[in-house]
């Protein structure tokens, strides 16, 4: 899974080369400085976060004791990055505070930063995030190695085991933002969540940073893409799918109104969607007496490949498609970028959880009906 720090526009800078006093910076202006010690060749690079890249701002002298000073202007939450002899990066969010920071390579973990609470902020964040990546990483060696021997049984158990592990890290951010109070550093960890699972606290938090920072042009962004993405949260009604069934007659999703629901986005060509679609059968054999209904909606391009597909799968629920791949009109309305995707609905047609499958699924319906 990949991450991006939230862009921010670029602000006007201006440079000096001169000492400042720590901790409050002068209006409008913010100091980076610090030490290094054992740097090995190169230059010390600072750029700018904007929309869609870092831009590169300057390149920062360095004196003979391994020291530096620069002074920008910084007329909002900004976030930057410096880049020392291209060897580490340190990720900076600046506003109203000077920071000094202090790295010695040849200690790793020896980064110490003052000033700047927003940036210290920002260092629990990399120092989370670099902890699950090396579980990832594992989880990642293990998929690969289980691929390799055909072993079904430990691909479904590292599968499992990479839910879980999202799931608890996203707790972790959740809590690790909450701990941060009004600090606008918890912006760079909205991305670290997953809008379709998460979209009340960051709706939440996204209202909180725009009223500590009213104006701020990468909060109102962020405002902007929750507000789109408002109509498919948990809690909001499902939206009215109607398409053709194999048969050629129109299905309507509200036809199954009083049922949990559970929308399968999938096709024939999708191998993911076709390894999960043996689960969905046994559970919706085992469910659908009580109360359990499975509403198929194909990104197939040829009925052909669609209607065998149903048939080698045993698919006995509804099934619908216009045929138009990713442009079908269903996947547009649930802005569906990949499949399989999933949504359930409750008896009100209503949404109550997004991309379910293998053991979540299994899990949410032994909660709704165990």
Do not use: H
């Amino acid at each position: 899974m990949n991450y991006k720090m939230i862009g921010v526009w670029a602000v006007a800078v201006m440079t000096f080369f001169s000492c400042g006093e720590k901790g409050s910076a002068t209006e409008g202006m913010v100091q980076v400085s610090g030490k290094i010690e054992n740097a090995p060749e190169g230059i010390v690079v600072l750029s700018q976060f904007t929309e869609s890249r870092p831009k590169v701002l300057d390149t920062l002298k360095v004196n003979s004791s391994g020291e530096f000073s620069y002074e920008l202007a910084v007329d909002s939450p900004t976030f930057y990055e410096l880049n020392l002899y291209g060897q580490r990066a340190i990720r900076l969010a600046l506003f109203k505070e000077n920071v000094q920071l202090n790295y010695n390579f040849s200690d790793p973990a020896s980064l110490a930063i003052e000033g700047s609470k927003d940036t210290q902020e920002m260092l629990k964040i990399e120092k989370l995030m670099e902890a699950y990546q090396l579980d990832v990483n594992k989880l990642n060696e293990a998929y690969y190695a289980a691929m390799s021997n055909n072993d079904a049984e430990a691909i479904k158990k590292i599968q499992s085991d990479a839910m879980i592990l999202e799931a608890n890290q996203s707790q972790r951010v959740k809590e690790m933002i909450e701990s941060m109070g009004d600090s606008f550093a918890p912006l760079a960890a909205v991305g670290l969540l997953n809008p379709k699972n998460d979209f009340p606290f960051m709706d939440q938090l996204v209202n909180k940073l725009n009223d500590n920072y009213p104006g701020t042009v990468s909060i109102l962004q962020m405002k902007q893409q929750l507000d789109e993405m408002r109509a498919l949260s948990v809690g909001q009604p499902a939206p009215e799918i109607e398409l053709p069934s194999p048969t050629g007659e129109m299905v309507k999703l509200s036809d199954l109104r009083g049922k949990y629901v559970l929308i399968d986005f999938w096709a024939a060509w999708c191998k993911p969607c076709r390894q999960e679609n043996p689960n969905v059968v046994r559970l919706y054999n085992q469910y659908k007496d009580k109360g359990f209904e499975v509403f198929g909606v194909s990104l197939d391009r040829t009925k052909e490949d669609w209607v065998k597909a149903i048939a080698d799968d045993k698919l006995t629920w509804t099934q619908v498609s216009d045929l138009k791949y990713f442009n079908s009109a269903a996947a547009e309305l649930y802005q569906i970028q990949a499949i399989p995707a999933t949504y359930m609905i409750d008896p009100d047609g209503k949404i109550i959880a997004k991309d379910l499958r293998g053991p979540s699924l299994e899990n949410k319906l032994a909660e709704l009906f165990d």
